[in-house]
């Protein structure tokens, strides 16, 4: 047992003194490190890592529902919203009559799916991204060059919702015959993960005042298939336009009174009827519309839950909500009847996800708390799009009526999803042999101690002399 403790002894000797030898010859300043690859000796070079992909919306839509979050209920009692009367915008300064709110046309538009699946083209987003959103401009061509405009104004963000309005006077209005629509299906071709969300009203004259009986006989007609031939036409035109992904925003704000395609006058014929125009939209080859059900915010004149037409003709639950009736909080907006959090729910429940096609300012003047709120439920509930309503009182940008919100929603959205330019990846750096140096081979165990090989300058000795 001595004998070999001894010899172990002499054994390691060498080994020690060659390491004592090395830290005196590094230490004098005559040997370098030369890094080592992190390939083993006579391995293949590390492969560089690929370069991380842009921060671009992915051009598919998510396949699952969203599932909006829940928040704590105002203790207050919650007034009703206005009657849908009131919850659409006036008419826009100089605008001419159109299927928008009250006056002027309204934005809308976003790629569809094919039937009964859930939203297509240009929807889904990476949990660290934003919802999409837009806002209406103008109903034709000058909406759409407005929208690089307002992108500017905030600091170059990334407006892929592109929203306009059918006119609703005339037949041949729904059939899609507005020259302006070309315009909007360039925007919309543009980009693969840019959104078109039409708003279509369900009856000619939309916005004639016609009597419930008038809306009533028009509803029994439209469910027996009297109008079929016009919303046919319609998804020709736009299948014809290449945007067969329009997301179509049917027969919005039903549950008031403002329009003659509201459901008030006969909720169970009025769903047939919705039923009806989306089988007739779906059956024309090459469609892949998004059907999304858009109510106004509150119980209106009918609670919005009894025109619902079914989950297999319904591919979005919208909502238009604007800051109205006069001295509502923001609160009181979630937790009405048939509100904010109503929406969400009833989403989740039927496994749809969210959108909101029309909001904005309205009865509450320039309010920089509903416009903070109202974007920051958006953040936190996901919604598919949505699109502000930019003319004044509602606006912030081509309004200047209300400063305090729009430096509001300007600091929130400057920038946002801007398209951020690809990490280039990192060049492997090529160990390099210091000039008058001769690398010294120790073996794979020494060279990973020491992080590389040593390499001995013969001139050490003639150095600073």
């Known amino acids: 047992m001595v004998r070999r403790r001894r010899r172990a002894k002499r054994s390691r000797l060498p080994l020690i003194t060659s390491g004592a030898l090395v830290s005196l010859v590094v230490a004098s300043g005559s040997v370098s490190?030369?890094?080592?690859?992190?390939?083993?000796?006579?391995?293949?070079?590390?492969?560089?890592?690929?370069?991380a992909a842009p921060a671009l919306p992915s051009p598919t839509w998510s396949s699952g529902a969203v599932q909006p979050g829940a928040v704590q209920p105002d203790s207050s009692a919650a007034p009703s919203a206005a009657p849908s009367g009131t919850a659409s915008p006036?008419?826009?300064?100089g605008g001419s009559p159109s299927g928008g709110p009250?006056?002027?046309?309204?934005?809308?538009?976003v790629p569809g799916s094919s039937p009964?699946?859930?939203?297509?083209?240009?929807?889904?987003?990476?949990?660290?991204?934003?919802?999409?959103?837009?806002?209406?401009?103008?109903?034709?061509?000058t909406g759409v060059a407005r929208i690089p405009q307002l992108s500017q104004w905030l600091g170059g963000a990334d407006l892929r919702v592109g929203h306009t309005y059918l006119p609703g006077e005339r037949w041949t209005d729904i059939e899609g015959t507005a020259p302006f629509l070309s315009a909007w299906a360039a925007w919309r071709r543009q980009r693969d993960d840019r959104m078109f969300v039409l708003n279509v009203p369900m009856q000619a004259r939309n916005e004639a005042g016609v009597s419930d009986w008038q809306v009533r006989h028009?509803?029994?007609?439209?469910?027996?298939?009297d109008f079929d031939v016009h919303f046919k036409a319609l998804a020709q035109r736009l299948v014809d336009l290449k945007i067969p992904d329009t997301v179509i925003v049917l027969g919005w704000e039903m549950n008031g009174t403002t329009y003659t395609h509201r459901c008030g006058p006969d909720p169970e014929l009025w769903k047939k009827y919705w039923q009806r125009i989306v089988k007739v939209m779906r059956s024309v080859p090459g469609q892949k519309f998004t059907?999304?059900?858009?109510?106004?915010?509150?119980?209106?004149?009918?609670?919005?839950?009894?025109?619902?037409?079914?989950?297999?003709?319904?591919?979005?639950?919208g909502m238009d909500s604007y800051d109205q009736p006069s001295g509502i909080s923001f609160d009181q907006q979630v937790t009405e009847p048939y509100g904010l959090q109503k929406q969400v729910d009833f989403a989740a429940e039927h496994g749809k996800p969210i959108s909101y096609p029309e909001w904005g300012l309205f009865r509450n003047g320039d309010d920089a708390e509903y416009m903070r709120r109202m974007l920051a439920w958006m953040d936190e509930h996901?919604?598919?799009?949505?699109?502000?309503?930019?003319?004044?009182?509602?606006?912030?940008?081509?309004?200047?009526?209300?400063?305090?919100?729009a430096k509001v929603y300007r600091a929130a959205l400057s920038g946002r999803d801007k398209p951020v330019a690809p990490t280039q990846p990192t060049t492997p750096t090529t160990p390099t042999t210091p000039p008058n140096c001769t690398p010294l081979d120790l073996g794979d165990w020494v060279e990973h101690w020491?992080?590389?090989?040593?390499?001995?300058?013969?001139d050490w000795f003639s150095r600073d002399r």
């Open 116 to 141: 009964g699946s859930s939203p297509g083209p240009g929807a889904s987003r990476g949990t660290d991204m934003f919802p999409a959103f837009g806002a209406f401009l103008d109903s034709g061509k």
């Open 90 to 93: 006036g008419a826009s300064p």
């Open 33 to 51: 490190v030369v890094p080592a690859d992190a390939s083993p000796r006579g391995g293949p070079s590390p492969v560089p890592p690929a370069p």
């Open 382 to 405: 996901n919604p598919l799009y949505n699109t502000l309503t930019d003319y004044c009182p509602h606006g912030v940008w081509e309004c200047d009526e209300n400063p305090k919100a």
């Open 218 to 225: 028009l509803i029994r007609r439209g469910a027996a298939g």
């Open 450 to 458: 020491l992080g590389g090989k040593l390499c001995l300058r013969f």
């Open 291 to 317: 059907f999304d059900f858009a109510p106004s915010r509150g119980r209106d004149a009918v609670p919005w839950t009894k025109c619902y037409p079914g989950d297999d003709v319904v591919d979005i639950i």
């Open 102 to 109: 009250s006056g002027d046309a309204s934005p809308g538009s």
